[in-house]
Nanobody
Framework: QVQLVESGGGLVQTGGSLRLSCAAS????????MGWFRQAPGKEREFVAA?????????YADSVKGRRFTISRDNAKNTVYLQMNSLKPEDTAVYYC?????????????????WGQGTQVTVSS
């Protein structure tokens, strides 16, 4: 098993930036593909970004493509990051990191076995 703890959320103005971190403990971090998901009030949880075990491959939701968001990982530090730039009010949500026992990038929520508790991101207009 792996335990995941997110941090780095907060309140930011439109156009601002935040970097989320997700620290993993337990089973070898590099064994897992990692993903970030978000859930806005009254909406279903949705895919944001994913990264393969080695970091060689990434995938993004259309809403965050264009270098607005960047996912990365540091396997030596057992941490995955989500750099968020040019934030918009519609990015307001609880952001979750998740781990999937897969060899490549995974966008489907059902593939993820382990989840963190989430961190709140609020973007004011």
């Amino acid at each position: 098993q792996v335990q995941l703890v997110e941090s780095g959320g907060g309140l930011v103005q439109t156009g601002g930036s935040l970097r989320l971190s997700c620290a993993a403990s337990g089973r070898t971090f590099s064994s897992y593909a990692m993903g970030w998901f978000r859930q806005a009030p009254g909406k279903e949880r949705e895919f944001v970004a994913a990264i393969s075990r080695t970091g060689a491959r990434t995938d993004y939701a259309d809403s965050v493509k264009g270098r607005r968001f960047t996912i990365s990982r540091d396997n030596a530090k057992n941490t995955v990051y989500l750099q968020m730039n040019s934030l918009k009010p519609e990015d307001t949500a609880v952001y979750y990191c998740a781990a999937a026992d897969r060899t490549t990038v995974v966008a489907e929520m059902r593939e993820y076995s382990y989840w963190g508790q989430g961190t709140q991101v609020t973007v004011s207009s």
